[in-house]
């Protein structure tokens, strides 16, 4: 069974810091792509950085140079370090990965950013 369990968010104030975490189980840890995405009501998901079984990133434009994504494929962990939180990254954040052609997702860790 595959689950995916969030953590780390949080309310902090603009310009803080925040690292999410990512606990997986029940997948090939080492192979799969992972990543982050996050929601606000009314809105659709939106991805915010994957990484690959070897490392290779994504960002969006909006997190560029801000938020850095990683992973330990020894503790199956994934991570997002959020520097210099902004109101506008006020969201809930999801892990996501896909697994033999389905997505599956975690609960979501809300991050609220009050300037």
């Known amino acids: 069974q595959v689950r995916l369990v969030e953590s780390g968010g949080g309310l902090v104030q603009a310009g803080s810091s925040l690292r999410l975490s990512c606990k997986a189980s029940g997948i090939n840890f080492a192979i799969n792509t992972l990543g982050w995405y996050r929601q606000v009501p009314g809105n659709q998901r939106e991805l915010v950085a994957n990484?690959?079984?070897?490392?290779?990133?994504v960002y969006s434009d909006p997190v560029k140079g801000r938020f850095t994504i990683s992973r330990d494929n020894v503790r199956r962990m994934l991570y997002l370090q959020i520097d210099s939180l902004r109101p506008e990254d006020t969201a809930v954040y999801y892990c996501?990965?896909?697994?033999?052609?389905?997505?599956?997702w975690g609960q979501g860790t809300q991050v609220t950013v009050s300037s």
């Open positions: 990484i690959t079984s070897v490392g290779s990133t």
């Open positions: 996501w990965t896909n697994y033999h052609y389905r997505d599956f």
